[in-house]
């Protein structure tokens, strides 16, 4: 095994163990390259085929490569920041390594073994970079802002018959929390472990005084948000019953025990293999829900297919952004394991922006109120990224109904419970994400 510095220096970009100044670096050096158009950080991830992990990295080893095993580590908590002279590091609760470029032109690893009947290796695909998936035009303009839009968006219910609960509802909650009828729920996600895999937490956000956070880095910066995409998609999937003064309420699972797994830096980019770190974290302490509002316009890859299947197992569901970009869905949700959330505007219409393809839930994804880093406190985001949450939130309290309620029969609740929209699946799938009663 490679040995764990005392300290968490930065790495060569190709290094299995970059840090969060390294992932920054690599995508800088990436942009410079190619012009502004790589995906590529120009390390490999290889996806082990079921049961074929310990063969596999055995090999890696007996080539001489050092390896970093999650296992470990406490909770599988790996911290890429503290991976030493490791020249790969393996996540072995979704059977997966990740390794420099260097190292696996050292082993003996190709295209050609990957394809042999009894190698123990599925797939070798590029890793790509990630980034947090919310459209760029964000308003962060406290809460005056946030009861205008309120309104604003109850005035466009247009096109679908309204509920007629909308207006009592609309002064004590966002309109996303009333449209996925949260308000009138009876559960709270009390026991329910929530992970949310973005750019961390401000831990010390006075909504949250007294909740249970289990945090954890994988990009080697405090978990501590100072981006604030990834505190706003907390705040929706699990933020209070009832914030502070004339706040509405923006939370929907606010007893769920919060695992905030920092897979994105300050500037919002990580990589495969950050996220993948994240996921195997989130799946070895068994969190039910894992709602990951990140992406990249990259093909389906079989590691975050390995991952999404590994946790529908161990009776953990991933939900994740379709993406922005109105083309087809990105990457990890367009991986058959995982769960892809489009995005609806308040008239219940895709959002112009939400992309399409593979896509099984629709949620609430423009102008979404919820919580952002002090002092600002509250803000006003766009985006798939503020979908997946409200599903990751319905889906605790879902899972709150009943033991049995984990994994794929979650999954299967959530589209069996959705409310049927007027538009092709390729858009809103199921249609709209609803809690229940």
Same mark, same amino acid.
């Given at each position: 095994?490679?040995?764990?510095?005392?300290?968490?220096?930065?790495?060569?970009?190709?290094?299995?163990?970059?840090?969060?100044?390294?992932?920054? &670096?690599?995508?800088?050096?990436?942009?410079?390259?190619?012009?502004?158009?790589?995906? %590529?950080?120009?390390?490999?991830?290889?996806?082990?085929?079921?049961?074929?992990? $310990?063969? =596999?990295?055995?090999?890696?080893? /007996?080539?001489?490569?050092?390896?970093?095993?999650?296992?470990?580590?406490?909770? %599988?908590?790996?911290?890429?920041?503290?991976?030493?002279?490791?020249?790969?590091?393996?996540?072995?609760?979704?059977?997966?390594?990740?390794?420099?470029?260097?190292?696996? %032109?050292?082993?003996?690893? @190709?295209?050609?073994?990957?394809?042999?009947?009894? @190698?123990?290796?599925?797939?070798? $695909?590029?890793?790509?970079?990630?980034? /947090?998936? &919310?459209?760029?035009?964000?308003?962060?303009?406290?809460?005056?802002?946030?009861?205008?839009?309120? *309104?604003?968006?109850?005035?466009?219910?247009?096109?679908?018959?309204?509920?007629?609960?909308?207006?009592?509802?609309?002064?004590?909650?966002?309109?996303?929390? +009333?449209?996925? #009828?949260?308000?009138? @729920?009876?559960?709270?996600?009390?026991?329910?472990? *929530? /992970?949310?895999?973005?750019?961390?937490?401000?831990?010390?956000?006075?909504?949250?005084?007294?909740? %249970?956070?289990?945090?954890?880095?994988?990009?080697?910066?405090?978990?501590?948000?100072?981006?604030?995409?990834?505190?706003?998609?907390?705040?929706? +999937?699990?933020?209070?019953?009832?914030?502070?003064?004339?706040?509405?309420?923006?939370?929907?699972?606010?007893?769920?025990?919060?695992?905030?797994?920092?897979?994105?830096? &300050? @500037? =919002?980019?990580?990589?495969?293999?950050?996220?993948?770190?994240?996921?195997?974290?989130?799946? !070895? &302490?068994?969190?039910? *829900?894992?709602?990951?509002?990140?992406?990249?316009?990259?093909?389906?890859?079989?590691?975050?297919?390995?991952?999404?299947?590994?946790?529908?197992?161990?009776?953990?569901?991933?939900?994740?952004?379709?993406?922005?970009?109105?083309?087809?869905?990105?990457?990890?949700?367009?991986?058959?394991?995982?769960?892809?959330?489009?995005?609806?505007?308040?008239?219940?219409?895709?959002?112009?922006?939400?992309?399409?393809? #593979?896509?099984?839930?629709?949620?609430?994804?423009?102008? *979404?109120?919820?919580?952002?880093?002090?002092?600002?406190?509250?803000?006003?985001?766009?985006?798939?990224?503020?979908?997946?949450?409200?599903?990751?939130?319905?889906?605790?309290?879902?899972?709150?109904?009943?033991?049995?309620?984990?994994?794929? !029969?979650?999954?299967?609740?959530?589209?069996?419970?959705?409310?049927?929209?007027?538009?092709?699946?390729?858009?809103?799938?199921?249609?709209?994400?609803?809690?229940?009663?």
């Amino acid at each position: 095994m490679a040995k764990n510095p005392t300290n968490g220096g930065d790495h060569a970009a190709n290094g299995a163990g970059a840090n969060g100044a390294g992932i920054d &670096n690599m995508r800088m050096a990436a942009l410079q390259d190619s012009g502004g158009e790589e995906l %590529q950080t120009g390390r490999y991830v290889i996806t082990y085929k079921e049961g074929a992990l $310990e063969s =596999g990295t055995s090999s890696l080893q /007996a080539d001489g490569l050092r390896m970093a095993d999650a296992r470990d580590f406490a909770d %599988q908590d790996i911290s890429i920041a503290d991976l030493g002279d490791a020249d790969a590091f393996v996540l072995p609760e979704i059977g997966v390594a990740v390794v420099s470029a260097a190292a696996l %032109q050292q082993s003996r690893v @190709s295209a050609v073994e990957a394809l042999a009947a009894d @190698s123990p290796i599925e797939a070798v $695909e590029p890793e790509y970079f990630a980034f /947090a998936d &919310n459209v760029a035009t964000e308003y962060l303009r406290g809460f005056r802002r946030a009861v205008d839009v309120i *309104v604003m968006d109850f005035e466009q219910l247009e096109d679908i018959e309204p509920d007629s609960d909308v207006e009592a509802e609309v002064l004590g909650a966002t309109w996303g929390l +009333a449209r996925c #009828k949260v308000p009138p @729920s009876s559960r709270s996600g009390a026991g329910i472990r *929530v /992970a949310v895999l973005d750019t961390g937490m401000d831990l010390g956000h006075p909504d949250f005084t007294g909740r %249970q956070f289990f945090a954890q880095t994988f990009v080697g910066q405090p978990v501590q948000d100072l981006h604030s995409h990834g505190t706003h998609c907390i705040g929706t +999937a699990a933020g209070p019953l009832a914030p502070p003064g004339v706040t509405p309420r923006y939370g929907i699972a606010y007893k769920a025990p919060i695992y905030p797994g920092k897979v994105l830096t &300050n @500037s =919002g980019s990580g990589t495969t293999g950050s996220v993948l770190a994240g996921m195997n974290w989130a799946i !070895a &302490n068994q969190c039910a *829900v894992i709602s990951m509002s990140l992406g990249s316009a990259s093909p389906v890859q079989a590691a975050y297919t390995a991952a999404g299947r590994a946790a529908l197992l161990r009776g953990c569901l991933i939900v994740a952004a379709a993406g922005n970009h109105a083309g087809p869905t990105g990457s990890p949700a367009n991986s058959p394991t995982i769960m892809a959330v489009a995005s609806l505007d308040p008239n219940l219409a895709p959002s112009s922006f939400s992309c399409f393809g #593979k896509i099984e839930i629709a949620a609430p994804g423009r102008d *979404v109120y919820s919580s952002v880093p002090r002092p600002t406190r509250y803000g006003v985001k766009s985006g798939t990224s503020m979908a997946t949450p409200h599903v990751a939130g319905c889906a605790a309290l879902w899972a709150q109904t009943h033991p049995n309620l984990r994994g794929q !029969a979650l999954w299967n609740k959530l589209i069996a419970t959705a409310r049927p929209l007027p538009y092709p699946r390729t858009r809103v799938g199921a249609g709209l994400v609803q809690a229940p009663a």
